[in-house]
């Protein structure tokens, strides 16, 4: 199956918590989306990885996406090495994404910088006639998606451009809500966590706020670029 935006995570519920406004969106323009999350979130203070990859089915069924893939890889310990690059080409060159929307080029999680660099290279990498994959045995055509996007997670970075997702904000909370051992759920005995008080969905809303506001719409989500975007009709930019 061929997608049109692939978006690449470190954890289960980086896409929902960044860019899932801007993936429901998509979805619904016609586009088809996918998911490919790099670890299951082993080391997260909550919940398990097998119940996550079940919150990761459901939220995956909210947004109504294409597929969602888990590489299985290190929670915390992954390298941006050889290794991993290839095995993301592999994904890569099976999906063909135009754009790929890729991890924060820098966050308070260290997994999220390192993912987000493992992204863009294995993107450029993917691009490589002379690196050679298969995929169960059928050698894969080489592919280079044409844009890679990095979106915006904890720590405030100023976006390069941002998506009005004010149509898709509900949709975007009952994607995160579908973590259910992640966020905040009064009736949980699960220790407390960065991500588990009621005050951390209060800044998703304002982030998404703050964003929207610089565009002059209700809510939005923020997006960095490596290498410069351009248009030919300057009314098509909002
Ligand atoms: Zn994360």
Redesign the pocket.
């Known amino acids: 199956m061929k997608l049109d935006i692939l978006v690449i995570?470190?954890?289960p519920?980086?896409s929902e918590?960044a860019c899932s406004g801007t993936i429901a969106s998509h979805i619904d323009q016609g586009y088809k989306v996918g998911v490919l999350d790099l670890t299951k979130?082993e080391m997260g203070t909550r919940g398990t990885p097998e119940g996550r990859i079940l919150e990761a089915r459901n939220a995956a069924e909210v947004l109504g996406l294409s597929i969602r893939e888990n590489l299985g890889f290190k929670d915390v310990f992954f390298k941006d090495d050889y290794d991993h690059q290839i095995q993301l080409v592999k994904y890569l060159r099976k999906y063909k994404p135009e754009i790929v929307l890729a991890?924060a080029v820098s966050?308070r999680?260290p997994?999220?910088g390192k993912?987000g660099a493992l992204a863009t290279k294995s993107c450029f990498m993917s691009g490589l006639i002379k690196i050679q994959t298969d995929w169960n045995g059928e050698i894969q055509e080489p592919w280079r998606p044409r844009f890679v996007y990095h979106y915006i997670?904890?720590n405030y970075i100023k976006p390069d451009f941002v998506v009005d997702v004010t149509d898709y904000w509900d949709k975007k909370m009952n994607s995160i809500k579908a973590f259910k051992s992640q966020f905040y759920d009064p009736e949980s005995q699960e220790p407390e966590s960065f991500i588990s008080s009621a005050e951390f969905l209060d800044f998703i809303e304002a982030r998404g706020k703050e964003f929207g506001h610089s565009i002059n719409v209700k809510y939005g989500e923020g997006f960095t670029v490596e290498r410069m975007i351009g248009v030919s009709d300057i009314f098509d930019l909002k």
């Open positions: 995570a470190a954890h519920d980086d918590l979130g991890n966050d999680h997994d999220h993912g997670q904890n």
